[in-house]
């Protein structure tokens, strides 16, 4: 199969690039514009280390092949926050001890993230509801959970 000419709006930028319309939107994103936050767990959509937002919906990337997300606007981990200023989520979960090994936070903050945007007060019933998918091998998820706590009480400070 050729490779294909696709325009892809990530972290709120403009990317082109060709590419097999087939191509895991995860590969692209990692191997092509060099976005690497966003992790490969399963490679089956099974625990969402590789979450991403496609066009404001929550998406596990290695599920969605590129020629889905043409024109697409995508947001990954890394367009949360920036060096000068952590999103609310990425400062509770370092507050919080929400991450160990670093493999699953990537997809967290992502889904966490986008629950709070559809949210601004989810209780912990919401949270682990908008977690779900979501799988974490070492935190136990309790320290996960309060960090998601604890940006929804982060009081006026910008969550996304």
Do not use: W
Request: hydrophobic content about 40%; aromatic content about 2%; proline content about 2%.
């Amino acid at each position: 199969m050729s490779l294909q000419h696709y325009s892809l709006r990530v972290n709120g930028k403009l990317r082109e690039l060709d590419a097999h319309p087939m191509a895991r939107l995860l590969d692209v994103l990692r191997c092509e514009l060099q976005l690497t936050g966003t992790k490969e767990g399963c490679g089956e959509g099974e625990c969402g280390a590789c979450s991403v937002l496609l066009n404001g919906e929550l998406v596990n990337s290695c599920l969605v092949p590129v020629a889905q997300a043409d024109g697409a606007e995508i947001e990954t981990v890394e367009g949360l926050g920036s060096d000068r200023r952590l999103h609310a989520v990425q400062r509770a979960f370092l507050e919080c001890g929400g991450a160990q090994c670093g493999m699953c936070t990537p997809g967290m903050l992502v889904a966490s993230a986008h629950l709070l945007r559809r949210n601004l007060r989810p209780d912990l019933a919401a949270i682990r509801e908008g977690l779900n998918g979501n799988l974490c091998r070492c935190t136990g998820y309790m320290r996960i959970f309060e960090a998601v706590e604890r940006a929804v009480n982060s009081a006026g400070e910008d969550r996304g």
